[in-house]
């Protein structure tokens, strides 16, 4: 079994460390594009052009399925995306994780991109999904970027940032962004008030990962399978995992060795 990730950059990492724990023995392929990050600025025609050179690279080798990690590719490039691929080769999305958060109760905070805050995307989903649960979008400058660079200074920057613009009685954070799920921990506490009930922390790897495996009738296995091979794509050209991607757990727990 084969499973291929696209991302502008290391923000597939959460969701290609949550395949690798479902099933140990796929084979991962993991695309993303360090010539054209960071996608987020550029025009939806130009996102969805990236995005499909991005997923046509994993594609020619024959991934059972194809994960779009990222929620601005999501939200631009997917139906050109299942236009092109599809039946052939199912195509998941990433949607921000606000559905099973406004479930748990809020109130609420959204972090993620100032271009996604206050989009009518992510307004259309709280009003969907959030009705009668109050809701604060926290725009996260830099913070994407900073994760990208691994700079350690700017992310704890841009995080302070954000939770000074956070409200102090949320009791759930959904992080907006796949990049933000590496930093998670980082997040949790600098949000944590003192003697408020643990914050929760609403990502999106792992219903991406599960969703994948039901598309393709796969489910999971034991850990103690041996890790599948990893292939590693940088704008189309074969590649290995940076030192920063190396800098985060998730990037660590797929460098296991490939099986004989």
């Known amino acids: 079994m084969k499973i291929a990730l696209m991302?502008?950059?290391?923000?597939?990492?959460?969701?290609?460390?949550?395949?690798?724990?479902?099933?140990?023995?796929?084979?991962?392929?993991v695309s993303s594009d360090p010539d054209?990050?960071?996608?987020?600025?550029?025009?939806?025609?130009?996102?969805?052009s990236r995005a499909l050179d991005c997923a046509r690279a994993a594609a020619?080798?024959?991934?059972?399925?194809l994960i779009v990690a990222c929620n601005t590719a999501s939200v631009h490039a997917l139906p050109t995306l299942r236009a092109e691929l599809e039946p052939a080769l199912p195509v998941v999305g990433t949607v921000p994780a606000i559905k099973p958060a406004a479930a748990?109760?809020?109130?609420?905070?959204?972090w993620a991109t100032p271009a996604t805050t206050g989009s009518?995307?992510?307004?259309?989903?709280?009003?969907?999904?959030?009705?009668?649960?109050e809701v604060t979008g926290v725009p996260c400058h830099g913070l994407a970027d900073a994760i990208e660079r691994g700079d350690?200074?700017?992310?704890?920057?841009?995080?302070?940032?954000?939770?000074?613009?956070?409200?102090?009685?949320?009791r759930a954070v959904v992080l907006g962004c796949t990049h933000y799920e590496l930093v998670g921990e980082r997040i949790r506490a600098a949000v944590q008030r003192a003697g408020r009930p643990p914050l929760r922390l609403y990502g999106s790897?792992?219903?991406?990962?599960?969703q994948a495996l039901r598309r393709i009738?796969?489910?999971?296995?034991?850990?103690?399978?041996?890790?599948?091979?990893?292939?590693?794509?940088?704008?189309?050209?074969?590649?290995?995992?940076?030192?920063?991607?190396?800098?985060?757990?998730?990037?660590?727990?797929?460098?296991?060795?490939?099986?004989?």
């Open 104 to 110: 748990d109760g809020g109130p609420l905070a959204v």
């Open 120 to 133: 009518p995307y992510q307004k259309q989903l709280i009003n969907d999904f959030a009705a009668g649960v």
């Open 205 to 210: 790897a792992g219903a991406v990962a599960a």
């Open 60 to 65: 020619a080798l024959r991934p059972d399925a």
């Open 217 to 260: 009738g796969a489910v999971p296995r034991s850990p103690a399978y041996p890790a599948g091979s990893l292939t590693v794509l940088h704008s189309g050209r074969p590649a290995e995992l940076t030192a920063v991607a190396l800098g985060y757990a998730e990037g660590r727990s797929l460098a296991a060795p490939s099986p004989a």
């Open 152 to 170: 350690e200074e700017s992310i704890d920057a841009a995080v302070a940032a954000a939770a000074a613009l956070t409200p102090p009685d949320v």
């Open 36 to 48: 054209g990050v960071p996608w987020g600025p550029r025009t939806p025609a130009d996102i969805a």
């Open 7 to 29: 991302d502008s950059g290391i923000g597939l990492l959460p969701a290609a460390a949550a395949v690798r724990r479902l099933r140990p023995d796929a084979h991962l392929v």
